[in-house]
């Protein structure tokens, strides 16, 4: 194998890795927002493949 595409393989890796860190976070942040919340909605917003934003709507019953 060159070493151009021994470079190009670990920078593949290294993404990789750095894309499931994301997710890992995004998944802690989404059970932390079902485990508080009792009425409501959570939305999750993707870009590029990528979870970007959760966005929580909790409603309040009187």
Do not use: C, N, P, Y
């Not at 470079?7 to 994301?22: N, V, Y």
């Not at 995004?26 to 919340?37: K, S, Y």
């Amino acid at each position: 194998m060159t070493r151009e595409k021994s470079s190009i393989l670990q920078q593949k890796k290294t993404r990789a890795g750095a894309d499931d860190r994301s997710v890992d976070e995004a998944v802690v942040a989404l059970r932390a927002a079902i485990r508080d919340l009792r009425f409501g909605s959570v939305s999750i917003k993707f870009h590029d493949a990528k979870v970007v934003q959760l966005e929580i709507t909790e409603k309040s019953l009187l």
